[in-house]
């Protein structure tokens, strides 16, 4: 998440004075919002950076936030791993916040969350590798009911999840989508929604209603890397590989080129050396190796950063046009 501060003072209205300890935050096109370590949501206008709503409903420390695309819903985690839907409301005189889901089938930590782009439906998943996908239009109905269900069971920690949409043909047999029957990709939700999970080992693709999956690539990797669709051309996916590489891949899982970020990244001669041995593997994969400069080259230093082990040229984040 990046936020660019016009003033001191804004950044100020942000962290507050001190007496509240955030834990975790999200931003949307109207809103910032900063969960605590009471359970306490605290949201703020974007624009201005000024306070504007309080919400208590949740009891305990919030590890995760994210705001629907329609500004109106949050979903949190918190440290025992429950999930929560909320009903913001916010700017609301006749109707305050409320609980519309509270959801417990996670028994490991929750690593990531994910809204439609409906805000309809949340995704998560957590570290022993289970993605749920939880109903919000559905706990409407049925006040507080979970209307949860397990997905996909992955091999390891969920580092990252995506999702896009495709209009498939109905295929021959009941297996996972090729290219040979995806007709069109389209921006609205249709009933075949694409998990993109990665995972601390692979990249899956996971076809909710055909209830199949195919592995990107073949090469496994070991460390928190993450994937994801093209913004606009989901048919792209992209997963971080080790080595400071991009792999470029379709939707049936073949790998069409590898991105090479090693130049701009290594900042000396002795890296690229200690390298060359998981280069040669990774290039038996690809059909096209392609170079590619970084438009913001990590500083010289960064491998002595004490976040460098948790980054690990980690999670792939939808930008620009």
């Excluded at 949740?58 to 949050?74: D, G, H, Q, Y």
């Excluded at 998943?125 to 209307?147: I, K, P, T």
């Excluded at 400071?244 to 990244?265: H, P, Q, Y």
């Excluded at 280069?279 to 460098?308: I, M, W, Y």
Aim: glycine share 6%.
């Amino acid at each position: 998440m990046l936020l660019q501060f016009e003033s001191a003072d804004a950044v100020q209205a942000i962290l507050g004075g001190g007496r509240v300890r955030y834990t975790c935050f999200d931003a949307s096109p109207k809103y910032v919002v900063c969960g605590a370590s009471t359970g306490s949501l605290y949201f703020f206008e974007r624009a201005q950076l000024v306070f504007i709503q309080l919400c208590s409903l949740i009891k305990e420390a919030v590890s995760i936030v994210r705001l629907s695309p329609n500004e109106n819903l949050l979903v949190a985690t918190t440290k025992s791993n429950h999930i929560y839907v909320l009903e913001l409301n916010i700017g609301s005189l006749k109707e305050k916040e409320k609980l519309l889901m509270k959801v417990t089938d996670h028994k490991e930590e929750i690593t990531s969350l994910l809204w439609s782009p409906d805000s309809q439906a949340v995704f998560s998943a957590d570290e022993s590798g289970l993605v749920y996908l939880h109903q919000v239009s559905r706990a409407r109905l049925s006040f507080l009911s979970s209307g949860s269900e397990l997905i996909a069971k992955c091999d390891s920690r969920v580092v990252q999840l995506d999702l896009c949409y495709a209009v498939i043909a109905t295929p021959s047999t009941p297996s996972t989508p090729t290219n040979s029957n995806i007709t069109s990709i389209t921006s609205v939700p249709t009933s075949h929604p694409l998990i993109l999970a990665s995972t601390m080992t692979k990249t899956s693709i996971v076809n909710i209603v055909e209830k199949g999956g195919v592995v990107i690539g073949k090469t496994l990797r070991d460390g928190r890397f993450g994937a994801c669709y093209h913004p606009n051309h989901d048919l792209n996916v992209f997963a971080a590989r080790p080595g400071k590489r991009v792999w470029r891949a379709d939707i049936s899982g073949k790998v069409l080129a590898t991105m090479n970020f090693k130049e701009s990244f290594e900042a000396s001669a002795a890296e690229d050396d200690a390298g060359e041995d998981e280069d040669e593997e990774e290039e038996e994969e690809e059909d096209t190796l392609v170079r590619v400069s970084a438009l913001f080259p990590a500083p010289g230093d960064a491998e002595a950063l004490p976040t460098q082990d948790i980054v690990n040229f980690g999670k792939m984040i939808p930008w620009g046009p």
